[in-house]
């Protein structure tokens, strides 16, 4: 019997995404793989019920079919529900925020399903087709740069007019990993002066060669960085010290976009109250971050917050402002990852593979993260490695 792989409608709150594109399907199919896709999985990413039918696809009303797949593919996390429609023995492949989620991970590591979240995916050389996070975060710091673009009552670029000289917006981002970095070059390409900030000291060559400004405080950089090229996470006082010293930079911005992070941490707080009463009128914070906490301490997750005529947003899911990219994007990574699980076009979930094995947050029976077995307070596992020390998401 073929391999089935379900596609769900995921549509609650505002998500525009789809776990596999049409074109994803007809590469599956090609490979003997069957598809079955809730009606309107893809319509609000552009991607209509018969475009799903014309790739090889089943279009399945009975939403149970779909989650009872051999393997189901989400490209946002389910609630207890779904989830208890899945299949003993099954997987389920996505973005599943395990740690928030532990008690669904409890109940499907007890029905026997093995879950799969992207965000567990370690960042090996030969993981990086199944980087679904980096994925997203492209998308993310695009369009953070394009909403800031959008709300900043200024132009970004420099113009020069009948009507005078308009002087360039001054753009701060704050972070300068995968979504800083893209924030960084759509700024830029948007004709705005660019200043860029990270606290690992690897960061600033690559701030450099987009063309921002580096800014560069005395804060610890030797011991800024992990061996595994993370941020280590700095102490409550040396992220005050950091924030002294930023704001200046940040007083003088019109824009300033955070994306600052160490996985599996709060996110540090960078930018206070009274950072933001010093900032121009007008001028607009989009923190990245605010699903961690938020960079800036005024950020209220998918809220608009003013502090004085300073407007701070903090939207959570960025990447489903840009649906029909942000899912061709995914659906590789969901590709990439199937041929992981079903090397062979049949569920082999072999524990012993570098990407499989840390990224199975459950497996027969067990709760295999450490995050998400401290989250329900149980202890070293029986058998299997603990898995995602460092992930917290
Ligand atoms: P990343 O790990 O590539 O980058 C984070 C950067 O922050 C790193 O370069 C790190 O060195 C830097 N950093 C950590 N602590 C710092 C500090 N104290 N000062 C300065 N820099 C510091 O992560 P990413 O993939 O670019 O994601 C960045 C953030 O964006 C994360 O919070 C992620 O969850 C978020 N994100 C948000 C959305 C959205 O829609 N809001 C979508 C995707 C990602």
Request: net charge neutral.
């Amino acid at each position: 019997m073929a391999l089935t792989i379900g596609v769900p409608k995921q549509d609650a709150g505002g998500e525009t995404r789809v776990a596999l594109t049409p074109d994803g399907v007809k590469r599956l199919t090609a490979r003997g793989i069957r598809v079955v896709v809730e009606p309107g999985a893809g319509v609000r990413a552009f991607h209509a019920d018969e475009a799903y039918a014309s790739a090889g696809a089943k279009v399945e009303r009975d939403a149970a079919t779909v989650w009872g797949a051999d393997v189901v593919c989400v490209v946002a996390p389910v609630e207890e529900g779904a989830a208890a429609g899945l299949k003993s023995g099954g997987a389920r492949n996505g973005m599943l925020r395990p740690v928030e989620r532990a008690g669904v991970m409890r109940s499907l590591a007890e029905r026997g399903v093995t879950a799969i979240a992207f965000e567990a995916v370690a960042r090996i050389t030969r993981a990086q087709r199944m980087d679904a996070l980096s994925a997203m975060s492209t998308v993310a710091g695009y369009r953070a740069a394009i909403l800031a673009a959008q709300r900043c009552p200024k132009f970004f670029p420099m113009m020069m007019t009948a009507a005078g000289t308009i002087t360039p917006a001054r753009v701060l981002v704050v972070g300068a990993g995968v979504a800083g970095l893209t924030a960084i070059s759509t700024a830029r390409r948007l004709g705005a002066v660019v200043e860029g900030y990270d606290i690992r000291p690897a960061a600033k060559q690559e701030v450099l060669s987009l063309g921002a400004r580096l800014v560069e405080l005395p804060v610890a950089p030797a011991q800024a960085e992990t061996a595994g090229g993370y941020a280590r996470e700095q102490s409550a006082e040396q992220q005050r010290a950091q924030a002294a010293l930023l704001a200046d930079h940040v007083a003088q911005a019109d824009v300033v976009i955070t994306t600052a992070l160490v996985p599996g941490r709060r996110a540090p707080r960078l930018i206070d109250r009274g950072t933001l009463e010093r900032m121009r009128q007008g001028s607009v914070v989009i923190d990245l971050a605010a699903e961690a906490g938020g960079n800036c301490e005024a950020t209220r997750a998918d809220e608009e917050v003013r502090v004085g005529g300073v407007l701070v947003l903090g939207p959570t899911n960025l990447p489903a402002q840009a649906p029909v990219h942000a899912s061709q994007m995914y659906s590789k990574v969901v590709e990439a990852m199937l041929e992981e699980v079903a090397p062979k076009g049949e569920l082999s979930l072999d524990m012993g593979n570098d990407v499989v094995g840390p990224s199975a947050v459950t497996h027969a029976g067990e709760v295999r993260h450490a995050g998400v077995r401290a989250a329900l307070g149980l202890g070293e596992p029986v058998g299997s490695a603990v898995q995602g020390e460092e992930m917290g998401a």
